[in-house]
């Protein structure tokens, strides 16, 4: 793996920057079970990972037994980060991988189906906030989130770099897709809860630890 003609890194937040792809699963599967449509954290994975709130809320809607209206996603953001509050970790490796960025002076940004509240607050807990500043993208600046390929295409765009030059790290299959469809390479990280298997269509392979990157490089 190697970082050669990339003038642009791009960051999922959840399951890349930060270790919260255990933890809004189970969020979300009381929550969809509370409202009468049972789920579990694994089956919570295989059908929002990656996808925007919008989706999930849509989903919930359509399934739930009880009356689901707005408060319910107000619910689930006020759940996921007291919990995550709790139990605030970044990914391992993540730390060495942005100082050798940075010692190469090569661009990072985050691009995330999360809001830009939910960015914030993950990027706050683990004390990475000032690494981003003024490089957060969130699913709410665009109109279409991942799959999409809306997004990242922003995100370069503001960031000024071309898509072909651009590298997107992503636990998700949406994700990936979603850098292909810009027509960016794309790294699966499997070192969270999404299998290897469900990443290997990215254009770049997939790697188990951030620190690949570095020692690629």
């Known amino acids: 793996m190697t970082l050669q003609d990339v003038q642009l890194v791009i960051f999922d937040c959840d399951g890349v920057l930060v270790d919260t792809e255990r933890i809004g699963p189970e969020v979300v599967a009381a929550m969809a079970t509370e409202s009468g449509w049972p789920l579990s954290p694994a089956e919570v994975r295989h059908r929002f990972l990656g996808r925007p709130e919008s989706y999930l809320y849509e989903q919930i809607r359509a399934h739930a037994t009880a009356p689901i209206g707005p408060e319910w996603l107000t619910e689930y953001r006020t759940r996921f980060r007291d919990a995550f509050a709790a139990r605030p970790r970044t990914m391992p490796g993540v730390g060495e991988l942005l100082d050798h960025l940075d010692t190469r002076g090569l661009p990072y940004c985050v691009a995330s189906s999360g809001s830009h509240e939910r960015i914030a607050h993950s990027l706050s807990v683990t004390a990475l906030q000032d690494r981003f500043t ?75 630890s951030l620190t690949q990157l570095v020692a690629g490089s």
């Open 134 to 208: 003024g490089r957060v993208f969130s699913a709410d600046d665009v109109s279409f989130g991942k799959p999409a390929p809306d997004l990242f295409l922003h995100a370069a765009r503001t960031m000024g770099y071309a898509p072909e030059r651009s590298l997107v790290i992503e636990d998700s299959p949406a994700g990936v897709d979603a850098a292909l469809a810009a027509a960016m390479r794309v790294v699966g990280y499997s070192g969270g809860p999404t299998e290897a298997d469900a990443l290997a269509h990215a254009n770049l392979g997939v790697i188990s």
